[in-house]
């Protein structure tokens, strides 16, 4: 053949990817390609579970949810599959809508499939054995995924899964939560063996808990020594545990595990040694057991797994029809669990394995993981010199704390124009009022620490340190003595920012809001910052994402109460999407929306169907007594109070209350209003022996802030207080931007620091009377020093000093 000829027809084509020397006939995006190149950490994911897991939309949710949890641990997320015939590795938002659209015919993609699929153009979601394909050829080591393929039952069938010759064959790490159940586990390790994998199961904290504490500290000081006679022991006494691998959807298969990795690293050096040191072509197994909390039992699942497959033997389902078939029936046997259960897994294998990937990249000599959180000696090397006092010598950390703060920071702008009306698409005269460090998140933290310098907090939130906006806010915080243990940095973003303008006399006539970092706080920061400061509080706000949020509520208990600040109408309905308890289970101590977010808030609870919860939402509002006969003496008390019928007539009070079961504590915001508190109390009998049933006011003569209040009874002693604050005189209103958020912050200072103003919050007793009137006296105080100042947090909040 013709030299000529046959250079062109080996040209490669125009979507094909070079990495690392090597030929990729597909289409690489280009966040995963520099990643790659730069030996930075990036974590593979199937797209089987898009395309043939899941129904829309959860399949979608599930698919942005997992790569936002990869982002949020440190690593790029590469989603792959096949978009009309291309092989694609790191999918866009637009090819992810479209391998989960239902009206598209997507396929399901096996090492097998390939040629066919890209010679007629298909569209499709791919297994595990064509993901560690397509990753190995970009240069990904990590892979993450759900359950593992295998063995068939009966094992005489000879039905071995793909994923196994491929894991022989193909040198990628897959971390999953071990063989599915339904498999005949002893014979899938006995292949894998045969084929050179390395099977090694993780020993999670649940399992670390069950070693003896002296072992416990044994370990850990072991684990720091890079000794072949410590190391041999760590191995040795994992060996004598005999730990099995997980099955799946439940911790413990009975089969036993050839291997452990009790940290990333101990995983990250398996792949490295054998993958780049001893230049073996095989991949490797990281089994995760399933968190304890969404796991199903073992006993449970075999019982279920054994009725699916009489039932398969019964109706000649075999072959490649069988593992579908197993996992319908056992969707169906365990009512949907075992969905849910899987969609947790992918989840906790996407965490993990992004760890690994850091681990992995630092073993390759990679750049500094997306995710750094910024310790002391950090911000003393910083130069930053804006004035007042450098970093190095105003930075501040602790080691326990009442509160934290989990939100926004942001260096904000704001404006004010001359005119009266605002001019639209026109350039208006005005002023820059203001210019400096703000954000829902930071202006809270500050105010507490402004209002209380004794008791600090720790704002938990994430910057970008390496930009202008990132360097302002360091700054800040090592000038104001805030604690910056909690600062993480993201140099994939940018540091938020808000610019907002004020007509000409203080009102916020329009803002824009670039606050997309608070999205990507990582969660595994967040615990690990919680689980060290062990706060009483912790306060979050709007911004952040709903899985962080999901993670803190999973992290309250009797120990730790949440307060929720809801930001705005447009943020705050993504607390909705929670999966929250009932009182008296709810660990929300306090939530401050507007009348505004409170309707939101509804509108959302609704929608998400948390109002038809007969059992658990309407057995609550049952026993505080919200009744016909409750709605009628709050009707009587309107021809009094203009405002109660005002909130009726809104719609107010019967939103706050249907919202009660889930936050026993709402504190409404409303302006020139005032402050309206609804709560849940276990006092019913003696606040309503102490408050007159005609005139709405305390019997014995006690000197309040309040103007009105009303108690319903219920059932044990249960019942709703309303009581209304009237809003505090301003000599002048310069800003309002702040105000809820020195509100909130002194709020947070006198709960967390004080368990009596806790206990007072829910009571009319006199023994409490004094705390609960300083507390909402001081918190409108510190509202109002807001107001007047051209700072969002005025230095003149009054301190209890």
């Known amino acids: 053949m013709n030299r000529g000829i046959l250079l062109k027809l080996c040209k490669p084509a125009p979507n094909r990817s070079v990495l690392y020397g090597r030929r990729f006939f597909g289409h690489v995006s280009e966040e995963v390609r520099q990643a790659v190149s730069e030996n930075s950490p990036v974590v593979a994911l199937e797209s089987t579970i898009i395309t043939h897991g899941l129904p829309y939309p959860e399949n979608l949710e599930m698919a942005k949810s997992v790569e936002s949890i990869i982002r949020e641990s440190g690593a790029i997320p590469a989603t792959i599959g096949f ?19 239902p009206e598209v015919h997507n396929v399901k993609i096996s090492r097998r499939d390939i040629p066919n699929v890209m010679a ?35 094992w005489s069938l000879f039905d071995v899964s793909a994923d196994l010759e491929e894991l022989g064959q193909t040198p990628v790490a897959v971390v999953c939560s071990g063989p599915k159940s339904i498999l005949d586990i002893q014979r899938t390790m006995e292949y894998l063996e045969t084929k050179g994998v390395p099977v090694s199961t993780y020993i999670d904290e649940a399992m670390k808990q069950k070693i003896p504490y002296e072992r416990q500290q044994r370990l850990n000081k072991l684990s720091e020594s890079t000794s072949e006679k410590d190391l041999n022991e760590i191995n040795h006494f994992w060996e004598l545990q005999q730990i099995n691998v997980p099955g799946f959807y439940v911790r413990d298969s009975g089969v036993r595990s050839p291997f452990v990795w009790e940290n990333p690293e101990v995983a990250a050096n398996m792949i490295f040694y054998g993958k780049y040191n001893m230049n073996m072509k095989n991949g490797y197994v990281f089994c995760a057991p399933a968190p304890l909390d969404v796991a199903l039992e073992k006993s449970v699942m075999d019982k279920v797994i054994d009725e699916a497959l009489y039932i398969a033997d019964e109706k000649n389902i075999n072959g490649k029809n069988l593992t579908p078939f197993l996992l319908k029936t056992l969707y169906e046997k365990t009512y949907g669990e075992s969905a849910k259960c899987n969609v947790e897994f992918v989840k906790n294998n996407a965490r993990l394995g992004a760890k690994i990937a850091n681990a992995l990249s630092l073993l390759k000599g990679g750049k500094r993981s997306q995710a750094q959180p910024i310790f002391e000696p950090k911000i003393k090397r910083e130069k930053v010199e804006i004035g007042g006092k450098g970093p190095e010598e105003n930075v501040q950390t602790t080691d326990k ?3 934290v703060v989990v939100g926004s920071v942001a260096l904000d702008t704001m404006c004010q124009i001359k005119n009266k009306k605002l001019l639209l698409k026109d350039s208006n005269p005005g002023k820059i009022v203001q210019s400096g460090v703000g954000g829902v998140g930071f202006n809270v933290a500050y105010a507490a620490t402004v209002y209380d310098p004794s008791s600090p907090i720790i704002l938990i939130t994430a910057i970008n340190e390496t930009d202008h906006a990132g360097l302002v806010v360091l700054q800040k915080l090592c000038n104001a003595s805030m604690p910056v243990d909690g600062l993480v940095s993201l140099p994939g973003c940018s540091t938020a920012q808000y610019i907002s303008m004020h007509d000409s006399v203080g009102n916020l006539a329009i803002a824009c809001a670039d606050m997309e970092i608070v999205e990507h706080i990582p969660i595994d920061h967040v615990t690990k910052v919680i689980r060290k400061y062990e706060p009483k509080i912790v306060l979050f706000d709007a911004n952040i994402s709903t899985e962080l949020m999901q993670s803190i509520l999973n992290q309250a208990n009797g120990n730790m109460n949440l307060i929720f600040e809801p930001t705005s109408g447009v943020k705050c309905s993504k607390i909705g999407q929670l999966d929250l308890p009932v009182f008296p289970l709810s660990p929300f101590e306090l939530v401050t929306p507007t009348v505004e977010e409170l309707s939101v808030i509804f509108e959302a609870f609704s929608q998400q169907g948390k109002f038809d919860d007969i059992d658990n939402w309407f057995s609550v509002l049952d026993s505080i007594g919200i009744d016909s006969e409750f709605r009628e003496r709050l009707t009587q008390a309107s021809h009094k109070y203009p405002l109660i019928e005002q909130y009726l007539v809104k719609g107010v009070y019967q939103q706050a209350f249907q919202l009660l079961p889930y936050f026993p504590v709402l504190l409404i915001k409303d302006g020139a209003n005032g402050l309206m508190l609804i709560e849940i109390t276990k006092e019913a009998k003696e606040a309503a022996e102490n408050v007159s049933k005609y005139n709405y006011k305390f019997v014995d003569g006690r000197p309040t802030g309040s103007d009105f209040v009303f108690v319903g009874e219920g059932r044990h002693n249960l019942g709703v207080i309303v009581q209304h604050f009237p809003a505090h005189h301003a000599d002048e209103i310069v800003n309002v931007t702040g105000a809820g958020d020195c509100l909130a912050g002194c709020l947070l200072s006198e709960l967390s620091s004080n368990n009596s103003t806790s206990e007072a919050l829910r009571s009319l007793s006199i023994n409490s009377h004094n705390l609960r009137e300083m507390m909402f006296h001081n918190a409108q105080e510190c509202a109002i020093s807001s107001i007047q100042s051209p700072e969002a947090v005025s230095p003149q909040i009054r301190s209890r000093e």
Do not use: E, H, W, Y
């Not at 978009?83 to 659209?101: E, R």
């Not at 394909?133 to 068939?152: E, H, K, P, Q």
């Open 83 to 101: 978009v009309k015939g291309v092989p694609t590795v790191g999918v866009s938002d637009d090819d992810l809508i479209l391998l989960g659209q």
């Open 120 to 154: 007629r153009k298909l569209t499709g979601g791919t297994t595990i054995a064509s993901t560690m394909m397509l990753a190995n050829n970009a240069g990904i080591d990590i892979f993450s995924t759900g359950g593992l393929g295998g063995v068939s039952r009966p």
């Open 401 to 403: 704390v009442n509160a």
